[in-house]
């Protein structure tokens, strides 16, 4: 469906509803949405394609938005598939429309599709451009700002100082169709940010400065809605508080990997002997049937960690090595994590666990490490009432 952004900005982008699994790893029950945007000013640009699985709608739209207009330049801030899949059909169609990237994008390319060599009016075919160059429209100028690693090494995002938009590639993105969680953004957009953008924190950083200098009334991702007024400030607020790795939400995140349900108890008394100390927020996750994506999401935003774990093979069991490995590429960092393993003949959960956890960068393990043994006994309880104050002044 076509939505008018501005008086010139139309919305062209194509709901996904029954995508369940973005990237062939993150559950999308509410399915997912790939934007893309048309500016109708003296010239024509349209920001971006779509994926593979809706292009046809994104065709139709494209042409009911142009309503018989020729664009003449199609930007391109992002090559991920899910977004540059139309690139080729549309340079079939306009052979005379030129592709706008930044060099990096136009290096790329010819992985993806092949590269258009000349148009008819012997225009060059490709306008590679970088940090602060400028596009004139005709009312509209679009100014291009280069944010690699905000999700590739090409990406490039858009500001268009007349509307006052800014055009934000996959940064303020979500999970989910365009009008799901109308009213919370945060939940999808921090499950997405962490998992998708969580490594790379530091360019989200640069972009969230060079973004301070321009006057933002409305973001226009490549997921998720369009924000603008609170929400736009909200969003603002939590990329500032994300992107630098800061507790979003005082409190204590237990995640258990538990094969016989022992450690998976242990936990469940952790998060009530947590609250009786005055804890202010305990979350949990159980690694082995919760989503992994939430429980990513939940390491990073909460200010304590604590890994319940059995011992599995001399080792830890893997669901919590797979977690704790996605934390590891995420560039988890600056958090105080408490151990409880659980061992039934030589318990050896918190000597893989530890390793791992104290390679990551300011990650600091809380004394005392708690081992339990098959069933937790009423003998068990001071040393997690131990680990829950410890881990509560720490
Ligand atoms: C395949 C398998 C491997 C195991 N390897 C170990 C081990 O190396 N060391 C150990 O002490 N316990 C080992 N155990 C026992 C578990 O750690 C035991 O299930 C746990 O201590 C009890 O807690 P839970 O009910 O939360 O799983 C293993 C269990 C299974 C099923
Ligand atoms: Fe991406
Ligand atoms: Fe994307």
């Known amino acids: ?191 997405y940010y962490f998992n998708i953008c969580g490594k790379y924190g530091t360019p989200v950083s640069t972009l969230l400065k060079k973004a301070a200098a321009l006057d933002i009334q409305k973001i226009l991702p490549l997921h998720g809605p369009v924000l603008e007024g609170e929400k736009l400030a909200e969003a603002l607020r939590l990329y500032t508080i994300w992107s630098a790795y800061d507790v979003e939400t005082e409190g204590v995140f237990i995640a258990h990997a538990s094969i016989h349900g022992n450690t998976a108890a242990a936990a469940e008394r952790l998060v009530e002997i947590l609250k009786a100390k005055g804890c202010p927020k305990v979350a949990i996750s159980d690694l082995c049937r919760d989503d992994l994506g939430e429980a990513i999401e939940d390491a990073f935003r909460y200010g304590k960690m604590i890994c319940m774990a059995s011992s599995y093979d001399a080792g830890v069991f893997p669901p919590m090595y797979d977690f704790l490995h996605h934390l590891e590429i995420k560039a988890f960092q600056r958090r105080h994590v408490g151990l409880v393993e659980n061992g039934s003949w030589a318990p050896s959960a918190a000597k893989t666990m530890r390793p791992m956890l104290e390679g990551m960068k300011q990650v600091e393990i809380v004394e005392p490490v708690v081992t339990l043994r098959g069933c937790m006994k009423d003998a068990d309880i001071p040393a997690l009432e131990a680990l829950a104050e410890a881990i509560m002044k720490d």
């Open 1 to 191: 469906m076509i939505k008018n952004i501005t008086a010139d900005i139309r919305y062209i982008g194509v709901d996904d509803p029954e995508m369940r699994l973005f990237e062939s790893q993150y559950h999308t029950p509410d399915g997912m949405c790939y934007n893309s945007y048309v500016i109708l000013d003296e010239k024509v640009a349209i920001m971006d394609t779509s994926d593979r699985r809706t292009l046809d709608a994104w065709k139709a739209n494209l042409a009911e938005a142009l309503a018989g207009r020729q664009p003449d330049y199609l930007i391109v801030q992002h090559l991920e598939p899910d977004h540059a899949s139309g690139i080729a059909d549309l340079c079939a169609l306009y052979p005379q429309m030129q592709l706008v990237c930044s060099a990096k994008a136009l290096q790329m390319m010819p992985q993806y599709l092949t590269v258009p060599e000349g148009s008819p009016s012997g225009a060059a075919p490709v306008l590679t451009v970088k940090e602060g160059d400028t596009l004139p429209l005709g009312r509209h100028t679009l100014k291009f700002i280069m944010a690699p690693m905000v999700h590739w090494p090409e990406v490039m995002v858009t500001y268009d100082a007349t509307d006052k938009v800014l055009f934000s590639a996959d940064g303020f993105g979500k999970f989910g169709v365009y009008d799901a969680d109308a009213d919370d953004w945060a939940c999808e957009a921090r499950r």
